[in-house]
């Protein structure tokens, strides 16, 4: 039952929370960023007054579960990205440019995601995007003339370079067609993108739990990294955040080792140490052996690698990352051991909660942004984790709802086991 003394507070936070009052993070007025491309370290985010979780607040309200309205009204106090996955160039050009016009009203800066490359996701759960490369390129140009001269963060399809046609299954891509189609467009929407003003571009680079080190840097460089700020890491997954800034600096150092270190390294990301790396026998590189995954500080052959092969550049030499921690506030999800021949780890994993709040404040020298990629409370896919289902046997059987769609009950655990708390004093 709700008392007296919680809805008198609950309601009006609820109230707030649809009028978008400004509603800016919870931080306090800072002066306009600088224009240009650096992300500034006073940057506000912009806060979508009609993210799903201000929604939820409400119906939790009107169903009497306090603690879990209060939860999402806070929530919806907190910035989110806004992703950009369908619709004609003139569709989403007018979105954006409608995004641009509220976050420029209340002197703030939105996070933008573009996921709609062709071929997106391995026509897997999250499947879709342009038909063909000129569509995509011409949905792109109207993304950018949406943003214009304002300032904008724009994150480079999530899954797009470190999930490549070739990487899809031995079918997908025979010949590498699609693939060198894949990084043409990539790269051809950084250039398209960075050409604006007050846009900083982040290409997403997958999770510390995903490709090795060298391989997607690699990968960044092929697709326009050096024109971008920088790269974009665990977008919709759940590695923690110490583990990512360590990750990040050894791409960010790969990245310098390739194309300003010693001769013999310029061009080989190969010879970069990556995360599964080990000076233990035997080193092959791959998961395993010395290496516990689970244990970062068996990384620290990687670390003592990059100390003596790379050292110390200076900061304005190394390329810069921004983080999602909408989900990572617990970290990754271990599933049981031998439970699942396909866990899909990555696929709304249970009891998770979310992580440190949207800054440009890190205290992180390479790390531009802490930001909630993600949208917090929406499904990544129907998970059956290699069971023939019906259903999640995470969730007893529960069929997740489609990618993308919203799940109330995840975005209440996520709430609930969000570290920082989202909300004090109440209960779970």
Same mark, same amino acid.
């Given at each position: /039952?709700?008392?007296?003394?919680?809805?008198?507070?609950?309601?009006?936070? %609820?109230? %707030?929370?649809? %009028?978008?009052?400004?509603?800016?993070?919870?931080?306090?007025?800072?002066?306009?960023?600088?224009?240009?491309?650096?992300?500034?370290?006073?940057?506000?985010? #912009?806060?979508?007054? @009609?993210?799903?979780?201000?929604?939820?607040?409400?119906?939790?309200?009107?169903?009497?579960?306090?603690?879990?309205?209060?939860?999402?009204? /806070?929530?919806?106090?907190?910035?989110?990205?806004?992703?950009?996955?369908?619709?004609?160039?003139?569709?989403?050009?007018?979105?954006?440019?409608?995004?641009?016009?509220?976050?420029?009203?209340?002197?703030?800066?939105?996070?933008?995601?573009?996921?709609?490359?062709? $071929?997106?996701?391995?026509?897997?759960?999250?499947?879709? $995007?342009?038909?063909? =490369?000129?569509?995509?390129?011409?949905?792109?140009?109207?993304?950018?003339?949406?943003?214009?001269?304002?300032? %904008?963060?724009?994150?480079?399809?999530?899954?797009?370079?470190?999930?490549?046609?070739?990487?899809?299954?031995?079918?997908?891509?025979?010949?590498?067609?699609?693939?060198?189609?894949?990084?043409?467009?990539?790269?051809?929407?950084?250039?398209?993108?960075?050409?604006?003003?007050?846009?900083?571009?982040?290409?997403?680079?997958?999770?510390?739990?995903?490709?090795?080190?060298?391989?997607?840097?690699?990968?960044?460089?092929?697709? !326009?990294?050096?024109?971008?700020?920088?790269?974009?890491?665990?977008?919709?997954?759940?590695?923690?955040?110490?583990?990512?800034?360590?990750?990040?600096?050894?791409?960010?150092?790969?990245?310098?080792?390739?194309?300003?270190?010693?001769?013999?390294?310029?061009?080989?990301?190969?010879?970069?140490?990556?995360? #599964?790396? =080990?000076?233990?026998?035997?080193?092959?590189?791959?998961?395993?052996?010395?290496?516990?995954?689970?244990?970062?500080?068996?990384?620290?052959?990687?670390?003592?690698?990059?100390?003596?092969?790379? !050292?110390?550049?200076?900061?304005?030499?190394?390329?810069?990352?921004?983080?999602?921690? =909408?989900?990572?506030?617990?970290?990754?999800?271990?599933?049981?051991?031998?439970?699942?021949?396909?866990?899909?780890?990555?696929?709304?994993?249970?009891?998770?909660?979310?992580?440190?709040?949207?800054?440009?404040?890190?205290?992180?020298?390479?790390?531009?942004?802490?930001?909630?990629?993600?949208?917090?409370?929406?499904?990544?896919?129907?998970?059956?984790?290699?069971?023939?289902?019906?259903? @999640?046997?995470?969730? $007893?059987?529960?069929?997740?709802?489609?990618?993308?769609?919203?799940?109330? @009950?995840?975005?209440?655990?996520?709430?609930?086991?969000?570290?920082?708390?989202?909300?004090?004093?109440?209960?779970?």
């Amino acid at each position: /039952m709700t008392s007296v003394r919680t809805s008198r507070w609950l309601a009006p936070l %609820a109230c %707030a929370v649809l %009028a978008g009052a400004g509603l800016t993070g919870g931080a306090a007025a800072a002066p306009v960023p600088a224009a240009g491309h650096a992300l500034p370290h006073d940057t506000r985010f #912009y806060v979508d007054p @009609d993210a799903g979780a201000a929604r939820q607040a409400v119906t939790d309200l009107k169903a009497g579960h306090t603690a879990d309205a209060a939860r999402m009204a /806070m929530l919806a106090t907190w910035p989110q990205a806004i992703w950009l996955d369908n619709g004609t160039p003139a569709e989403v050009g007018a979105r954006v440019k409608k995004i641009m016009q509220k976050a420029q009203a209340g002197r703030t800066v939105p996070v933008l995601v573009l996921y709609n490359v062709t $071929g997106r996701d391995c026509s897997f759960y999250s499947s879709g $995007g342009a038909d063909t =490369s000129e569509e995509y390129r011409a949905w792109v140009k109207a993304v950018a003339d949406g943003i214009g001269t304002g300032k %904008a963060v724009v994150i480079v399809e999530p899954d797009g370079l470190a999930l490549l046609p070739r990487d899809c299954d031995a079918t997908t891509d025979p010949t590498g067609t699609l693939t060198t189609a894949r990084i043409a467009d990539i790269r051809a929407a950084v250039t398209t993108l960075e050409a604006r003003p007050g846009t900083s571009v982040y290409l997403d680079a997958g999770s510390s739990n995903w490709r090795p080190v060298g391989d997607i840097a690699q990968r960044l460089l092929d697709a !326009g990294l050096e024109q971008s700020q920088g790269l974009a890491l665990n977008v919709s997954n759940y590695q923690p955040t110490d583990q990512l800034n360590r990750y990040g600096t050894w791409v960010s150092k790969c990245v310098w080792f390739a194309t300003k270190g010693p001769d013999w390294a310029r061009g080989h990301t190969d010879r970069c140490a990556n995360q #599964y790396y =080990s000076a233990a026998a035997p080193n092959d590189g791959l998961p395993g052996n010395a290496v516990d995954f689970f244990d970062p500080t068996t990384w620290r052959w990687t670390d003592a690698w990059f100390d003596q092969n790379v !050292g110390t550049p200076a900061a304005d030499q190394l390329t810069h990352y921004v983080l999602d921690n =909408s989900r990572n506030g617990l970290g990754a999800w271990i599933p049981p051991a031998g439970k699942y021949t396909d866990a899909e780890h990555w696929c709304n994993a249970p009891g998770r909660g979310i992580g440190v709040r949207p800054t440009a404040d890190t205290g992180t020298p390479l790390a531009d942004a802490y930001l909630y990629v993600k949208t917090i409370g929406e499904s990544d896919g129907t998970c059956h984790r290699g069971t023939p289902g019906p259903g @999640d046997p995470e969730y $007893g059987g529960v069929e997740d709802p489609a990618a993308g769609a919203w799940w109330p @009950d995840f975005a209440h655990t996520l709430a609930r086991n969000a570290n920082p708390s989202l909300t004090f004093n109440l209960p779970r």
